[in-house]
């Protein structure tokens, strides 16, 4: 996982879910030239404080 520019490490720290901007870089692997993910880069972290109704 890379963050992009203006994501900060303590954006993420201690959570175990955040919502958020992403990319997902892929490329063949293998034999079978099977797409997989190789690199997640986070864009933006999503605030999402908004009070439910």
């Known amino acids: ?3 992009g520019a203006g994501v ?3 954006d993420l720290a201690g959570k175990f879910t955040v919502r958020a901007d992403v ?3 892929s490329k063949p692997i293998g034999r079978t030239n099977e797409i ?3 690199q997640i ?3 933006r972290v999503i605030n999402d ?3 439910k109704q």
């Open 1 to 3: 996982m890379v963050l």
């Open 8 to 10: 900060l490490p303590t």
């Open 23 to 25: 990319v997902v870089n």
């Open 36 to 38: 997989k993910p190789y």
């Open 41 to 43: 880069t986070v864009v």
């Open 49 to 51: 404080k908004a009070k």
